[in-house]
């Protein structure tokens, strides 16, 4: 019942306000084959940061294994055929010191002068590693502390690498990483762990040293990690393009001489919580600005492909951490639904730059975090928002384990900054199309700005490639509105926490089943409700 009457609201929505909303007369060509310079992405595609300190709250331990958690990144990997990369690292990576007998994991203290949200003094334990043993079949990036520079915490990290390799041992390991940010290490807002004249030729020398300390200790604890085809590194993970050491001056000074780094990875924000004019419309659910943000990640990819030879990385370059708002996000932006449309924007539009992985942050009350792991006092435990967006991204790109039939990605530009939408190919034939509506539309009950008129439906026109031609399905991510933060959906499915502990749960109050025909013509209309995406599938 509650299906039909939905339905019924939704035609009626869409006849009403297809009328005086903005629709694209010209149909949009959609090229029959990718494109040269379409984005292919590494398999994982969509992946996880998670904060240093966070990582016993989201992953448990053996007495007590976060399944909430799992079972969200196997909803994932049942999508892509592989579930998420985990890298776990951030700020508090370079806090932590090892101590080898200290019987708990971690010991934090919050200093709320530096950070309300994490801890700036830590402590860990041989138990820490333990989180690594919880989730099957998941590979980690495991990060070192390069920050700190005294001997107690030099010693410590030497001590810890026969724990880190003993727990990623037998494939857990995808890459090694050593400093967060080192970009800041200077600057720091939570305190400068460097002198001011602390420059790139420096930032090499420590980086080579403890690269080369931590693979002796590997020899003796985990030979079988300590081959030059094992022993490899995320680097140099700068928080951006710009701050007070050069990405490119960095790998001039070869950063990569070991030949020991893998994947060039590199960190982004939109913008920042605290940073004044920074609304959901403006900065988030807005393509041009996802698109200037993402330039500077390009113009260094660029800079470093164009480098001579012997000092080209000629890596594959990957945003090792990102989200929307730095700072751990904003209440009312960086957790709602917008948030979760700007999301797959921001995701596809790195697949289809050749940004070709993409690690979403998190942290324990995290505001940007796709799910908050634990209960806490500030923040209740659940699936959240932009966790929906990660399944979306997942979704468009599909099975990525067969690398003959990895996906081309390809943006098709619209005319709005409030809209996006991308294509993709598998073994050269159109496999999907997404469209992602990002203006406004609030609903939310006690918003003080809830739009008292029905939600307009926008209309898109495509023209597909000659012999594209049938019935097709669509899929859709869908909430109430913008400013939601729960009662979201990917095709019908709720992940929430309250329902089965994060396991898909078909909801019966949303439509979905929907198809699209597309006649000889190769003519595709598609409805999309304003702060909504769909994805059609063509294969
Ligand atoms: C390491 O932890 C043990 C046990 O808590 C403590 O006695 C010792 O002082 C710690 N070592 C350092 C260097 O802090
Ligand atoms: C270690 O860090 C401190 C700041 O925390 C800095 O004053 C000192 O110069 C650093 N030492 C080295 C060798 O980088
Ligand atoms: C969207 O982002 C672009 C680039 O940052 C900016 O110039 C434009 O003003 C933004 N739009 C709105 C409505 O704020
Ligand atoms: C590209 O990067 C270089 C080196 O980091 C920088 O000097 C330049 O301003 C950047 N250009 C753009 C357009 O971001
Ligand atoms: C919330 O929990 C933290 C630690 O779990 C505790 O230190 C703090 O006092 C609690 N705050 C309130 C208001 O209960
Ligand atoms: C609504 O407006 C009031 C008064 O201006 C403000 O205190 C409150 O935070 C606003 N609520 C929301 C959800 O924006
Ligand atoms: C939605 O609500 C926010 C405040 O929460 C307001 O700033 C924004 O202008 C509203 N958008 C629309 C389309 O009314
Ligand atoms: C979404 O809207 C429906 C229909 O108005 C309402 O029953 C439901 O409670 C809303 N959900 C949320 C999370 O606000
Ligand atoms: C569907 O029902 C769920 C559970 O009652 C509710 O949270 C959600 O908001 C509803 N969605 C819509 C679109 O009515």
């Known amino acids: 019942m509650a299906t039909l009457s939905l339905l019924a609201l939704l035609a009626l929505v869409t006849r009403t306000s297809i009328a005086n909303s903005p629709h694209h007369s010209q149909a949009v060509p959609i090229p029959r084959d990718p494109t040269s310079g379409a984005g292919v992405p590494l398999q994982p595609f969509v992946s996880y940061s998670i904060e240093f300190s966070s990582f016993p709250d989201f992953a448990g331990d053996l007495a007590n294994p976060n399944t909430f958690s799992n079972n969200l990144l196997n909803n994932l990997g049942a999508f892509t055929g592989i579930k998420p990369l985990i890298r776990v690292g951030g700020n508090t990576q370079d806090y932590a010191v090892f101590n080898k007998s200290l019987d708990t994991a971690l010991v934090g203290i919050v200093d709320p002068a530096k950070s309300p949200d994490y801890p700036t003094t830590i402590t860990i334990g041989p138990k820490y590693f333990e989180s690594y043993l919880t989730w099957p079949n998941t590979r980690y990036v495991h990060g070192f502390n390069l920050g700190r520079n005294g001997s107690v915490a030099r010693q410590g990290l030497i001590d810890s690498v026969a724990y880190a390799c003993k727990a990623l041992e037998g494939g857990k390991l995808a890459f090694w990483e050593l400093g967060n940010e080192p970009d800041l290490f200077k600057t720091s807002a939570q305190g400068p762990v460097r002198p001011a004249n602390w420059n790139e030729q420096s930032y090499v020398d420590e980086w080579l040293y403890w690269t080369r300390a931590i693979r002796t200790a590997l020899e003796k604890a985990c030979p079988d990690l300590a081959t030059d085809e094992l022993y490899k590194f995320y680097a140099p993970s ?220 926008v209309q898109y026109d495509f023209q597909l490639p000659r012999g594209v031609q049938g019935k097709y399905a669509v899929e859709r991510l869908s909430a109430n509105g913008s400013d939601a933060i729960t009662g979201v959906t990917y095709d019908g499915y709720s992940y929430n926490y309250e329902l089965n502990n994060g396991l898909p749960v078909l909801q019966n109050n949303v439509t979905r089943g929907q198809t699209v025909k597309v006649g000889r013509r190769g003519k595709l209309s598609l409805e999309v409700p304003r702060s909504s995406a769909v994805i059609v599938c063509f294969q």
């Not at 030879?309 to 594959?316: G, S, V």
């Not at 090792?320 to 979760?340: D, H, I, K, V, W």
């Not at 995701?347 to 799910?371: D, E, P």
């Open 238 to 457: 700068f928080a951006g393009t710009s701050n007070s050491l050069n990405p490119i001056t960095t790998f001039e000074d070869d950063l990569d001489q070991d030949k020991d780094i893998a994947i060039i990875s590199s960190h982004n924000y939109i913008s920042g919580a605290t940073v004044p004019g920074v609304t959901l419309q403006g900065t988030l659910m807005n393509h041009t600005s996802t698109v200037a943000s993402i330039a500077k990640q390009l113009n260094e990819s660029r800079l470093l492909a164009a480098l001579p030879h012997d000092l080209n990385p000629d890596l594959p370059f990957i945003l090792g951490e990102t989200n929307s708002l730095y700072n751990q996000g904003r209440p009312g932006l960086s957790n709602t639904f917008g948030a979760t449309l700007w999301g797959v924007d921001f995701n596809l539009w790195c697949v289809a730059s050749n940004i070709q992985r993409v690690h979403m942050h998190q942290g324990t009350n995290y505001r940007y975090q796709s799910w908050q792991p634990v209960e806490t006092n500030i923040t209740a435990k659940g699936t959240k928002a932009p966790y929906y967006g990660n399944v979306a991204v997942a979704a468009f790109l599909g099975d990525l384990t067969n690398s003959a039939k990895l996906p081309s990605v390809v943006n098709i530009p619209l005319p709005s900054e409030r809209e996006a939408a991308y294509v993709s190919y598998v073994s050269g034939k159109l496999a999907k199309l997404i469209v992602i509506q990002m203006e406004e539309y609030n609903t939310t009950a006690g918003n003080n700005f809830t739009n008292d008129y029905p939600r307009p439906v």
